[in-house]
Every structure is written in C-alpha cells, then in structure tokens.
C-alpha cells in the first residue's frame, strides 16, 4: 500500500487538473486518491472519502456493482462501463467508468477508475420520454433558420437554394464538411423549413461517447440486459415522428452502423435485451466533417449505409475557400458581442482585416466566432476598431512571423543588390557615370543608393 501512497503524491497535481473523477484505491478498497471533479458530482468532501472503504462510503454500490471492487477481485480492467450508484445526497448518478488494476511485481496493489459523469444526458433522455411532441419539444433546441447561413459566396448560396428544396421532403440527407463551418446551422435550417419543426428535433455526437453507451442511447434498454441497464427509450423511440441528427457519423462504430442500416430499412427498432420490435417515424440527418466517399474508401462508413442516407447530400466548403464571408461573419460576430459585453466595438482594423485574409482559418467560423469573442472581451470599451494587440496569441504571432519574413527577404535584396553595386563601382573605378550605365539605372538612382548604403552603415 506504501508503494501506491508515493506515487500518488508524485501525480496529484495532473490528476486534479483532469477533467474526469479520478478515484484509487489500495488492494483492500482503501480510497488513496480522489480528485476534485470525483467529489463535485458526489456532492462530498474529499476527507470524506480519502482513507475510507469504498463501499461504506458508496452504500448503494456492492462488490459486485462497484467496477472498483470487481476490478480488484479479478485483477482484470474494465472498459467504458456503465456503473449508476446514489450519492450522498440521494441523488442518482450514471457514470461511464474505465477501472484498471495497478500491477507491480506481478502483485495487484490496487486499481485506479477514470469515470465521466452521463446523469445529465440520462436526464435528457428522460425529460425527453416524458414530453409530449409539441412546440414546447421542438423549443428544447433553439433553432436556427436559413437567414441565419450568412454568406457572400455564390456557390454556397445555390447549395442552400437546393437545401431548401430537400428540406420539405421526409428523405435522409447527408450534410458533411470541416469541424467549424456551420453543419449544425444548417441542420437545423433544414429541420426548421419541414413539415416537422413542431415536433422533436434530437442531435447527438456520434463520438461523445463509447460503442456500449451509444448504442443504448440510440436504441434504448431493459432492465437487467447489462449492469445498471434501466428501461429506458432510446433516441430513436424519443424522436418519433420527428427528427433524429446524428453528427460525426464516421466516429460511429461500423457494428453500429450496420444496426442503423436495419432502423432505417425496416423503421423498426429493438431495445437492448428486448425481443420486441418498435415501429418509429424519424426522419434522420446525419454530418460527417470529412468527405462521405473518403470515409467509405477509409472503411470507416459503411458504404450501404452511405447509400441508404444519400438522397441528398450538401458539402459546406471551408472559409479559406470563401474568403468574401470573412469580412461579412466578423461584422456579424462583432454586433453580437458588441450588444452582449456592452462595448463600443464597431469594425476591424485594417490591418486586422488583412491578418484576418491571410489567416488560414483551421477551425473556420467557429475559429473567427470566437477570435472575435476574445478581441471584444480583451479591448476597453470606448475602442471602436479590434487591432491586432487584441487578438489571441496565435495570431499576434502569425503577424510577426510574416513581418520577420518580409525583413528577413528585405534584407536579402538589399544585402544582394548592395554587392552588385560595390563590384560594379570596382569594375569602372569608381566612376559614378560608367556604372550607373552598366547597372542601367539613372545616375540619381545610385548616387540615392550610395548615400542610403553609406547611412545605414554609420
């Protein structure tokens, strides 16, 4: 138990900087370590579990329901479990647990958990069962409309044209395009122009979660078919009769997909455990940030799949390929943060419109979303124009390194152009008039130069 105490104290301050509950314990199921985050979903005080048993300080867990306590009976880890318990304030707690045994010499010492909290997502997916498909469902999400794509660039506004056109039809559409560039507007302005915008819209992240917890969101649970499984409706039974967007399609699971291939085939769907079937009317949406046809060349998206969704599919270029929007979206972004923080802001700077054009923009409007939310909140509130000074640091730098660039270059050719005349000058010995002519250059030009040359060297 010493050896493990040690060591904990070498790591302390990483593991309480971890945005997940850390929790060890010693081979006896003595807590040794618990950090900051474990203790806030707990509602407990980290004296309250250091040096404690695990299970008289989880009373509602047991040795067979604590993952902490199976681990250490098996010496075995465990992946992305579900493990749901009661805190201390009775208050009940899912979490996705990943519980490894701690080895030395071939001994189990102890184990260490590394679990994320979902309450709050089982708590959607509650809330969400209980309501009736009405306007107050549809305005869980607030939703965006098609004047709320702003672009200046002609191809995107024809694309937009055709979603338009797609978006009052049932059929599945494929929207795909790089992380920032607005997928998720254009989603819900899709959803926002069907005949089912007063119905449920549900978006879910396809890479937010591990293979087992997805897969009992999607489809839904009965009691008893794994540990801690509750019936429960997935999102598919929640969505009925309206629509269902499932985001970074390719980070789902291709054993996965191919039970998403038979929903939408069939309109059918089966709870995990359950041998009864349900009929569901959902209309599906889904986003990739990558080209659909080089997922399926990847093998990471299902090539029949692809098919069954591609009735319509609509491709968000990135913003360095639509460079007139930059401009637009920044005065947006600006007036929305203008009235937010209560600033005098009004433009750019001219220099920051250039930096802004020549910046490559990798995580695109999300990217000028936010660089334009921390120059507002950096700058006094009388300053009307955003300077570089009030940029984030990567950019500042990216402005410096372009003005070194340019010196460094500068001072190349004035360095070249410099011997050019001094060999010139040897060759006519010194005679100003023969080698400005050899130089072609008018005598005035290189006498200027000479005296610039000889300046500089004072």
């Known amino acids: 138990m010493g050896k493990v105490v040690e060591r904990a104290d070498w790591f302390e301050l990483i593991l309480e900087a971890i945005d997940e509950a850390i929790h060890v314990v010693d081979d006896r199921g003595m807590t040794i370590f618990y950090n900051h985050n474990a203790a806030k979903f707990d509602s407990l ?15 509602s867990l047991t040795e067979k329901t604590s993952t902490l306590m199976h681990v250490l009976r098996t010496g075995k880890p465990i992946y992305h ?9 009775g208050e009940r707690i899912e979490t996705v647990n990943t519980t490894l045994p701690i080895i030395e010499d ?4 102890g184990a260490v958990e590394v679990a994320k909290d979902v309450s709050k997502l089982s708590a959607l997916s509650n809330r969400l069962g209980q309501k009736k498909r009405t306007q ?8 965006h409309d098609f004047a709320s794509f702003l672009t200046n660039d002609p191809l995107l506004k024809e694309m937009l044209e055709r979603a338009k056109k797609a978006a009052v039809y049932p059929s599945s559409v494929v929207v795909y395009g790089e992380t920032g560039t607005g997928k998720e507007v254009l989603v819900q302005a899709i959803v926002h122009e069907s005949d089912r915008k007063n119905q449920v819209f549900i978006p879910q992240n396809c890479a937010a979660l591990p293979e087992s917890l997805l897969e009992s969101l999607l489809f839904g649970s009965v009691k008893g078919s794994y540990t801690g499984a509750l019936d429960r409706k997935g999102l598919f039974e929640l969505a009925d009769g309206g629509t269902l967007f ?3 399609l390719q980070a789902m699971p291709l054993t996965l997909q191919t039970k998403l291939l038979r929903v939408l085939e069939d309109g059918v769907v089966r ?3 359950d041998a009864k079937s349900i009929q569901v009317d959902v209309r599906l949406i889904t986003a990739l940030n990558m080209d659909p046809f080089e997922a399926v060349k990847k093998q990471i998206l299902r090539e029949d799949l692809f098919y069954r969704l591609h009735v319509s599919s609509f491709h968000i270029p990135p913003l360095r390929e639509r460079k007139q929007d930059i401009t637009l979206l920044s005065r947006h972004f600006i007036q929305t943060y203008h009235q937010q923080f209560s600033k005098n802001v009004t433009r750019l700077s001219e220099e920051t419109e250039r930096l802004f054009m020549a910046h490559h ?12 939310e921390h120059a507002v909140l950096m700058m006094p509130k009388e300053a009307e124009e955003i300077i570089p000074l009030y940029l984030p640091a990567h950019l500042r730098e990216q402005k410096l390194e372009k003005e070194t660039s340019e010196s460094s270059l500068k001072n190349q050719v004035s360095s070249f152009e410099q011997t050019l005349i001094q060999e010139a000058l040897h060759q006519h010995n010194g005679n100003i008039k023969k080698t400005a002519a050899a130089l072609k250059i008018p005598r005035q030009t290189l006498q200027y130069k000479l005296k610039k040359y000889a300046d500089a060297e004072i």
């Open 81 to 89: 479990s579900l493990q749901t318990y009661l805190n201390k304030n």
């Open 106 to 109: 071939n001994e189990l010492i």
């Open 136 to 143: 107050d469902a549809a305005e869980a999400v607030q939703m």
């Open 361 to 372: 923009w990798p995580g695109n409007v999300r990217e000028l979303k936010h660089t334009i």
């Open 246 to 248: 499932l985001d970074e």
């Open 45 to 59: 005080q980290k004296e309250e579990v250091i040096g404690k048993y695990i299970l008289d300080v989880y009373p």
């Open 271 to 273: 709870r995990i455990g």
